[in-house]
């Protein structure tokens, strides 16, 4: 992930996202892009990974990465996301 796509990121965690969740087991990262978090961590949802059932791309400790939805319990029901141009 590069600079600027990172920075969107996390940005828009700050606003939310488009839900919350907890975790209920500690995850380590096996991969590069991989989440990880301790249980009861909050973790802020950025989007639901589009041909991956049950993957996530959230936001914990400063960090941007997948995790399984398994892994967490949700706040309720994650919003739908928004995509919209910026007009420069």
């Known amino acids: 992930m590069d600079a600027n796509e990172l920075g969107r990121w996390t940005r828009f965690a700050a606003k939310g996202g488009i ?3 907890f975790a209920v087991q500690d995850c380590v990262a096996e991969e590069a892009e991989d ?3 301790l249980k009861d961590d909050e973790i802020i949802v ?3 990974l589009p041909a991956q059932e049950d993957a996530y791309l959230g936001f914990c400790e400063g960090v941007v ?3 399984r939805g398994s ?3 949700f706040h309720g029901r994650l ?3 928004v995509m919209a141009k910026r007009s420069s």
Do not use: E
């Open 19 to 21: 839900g919350k969740c």
């Open 35 to 37: 989440l990880m978090f």
């Open 79 to 81: 919003k739908k996301p």
């Open 46 to 48: 950025l989007m639901q």
């Open 65 to 67: 990465g997948r995790f």
């Open 71 to 73: 892994d967490v319990r």
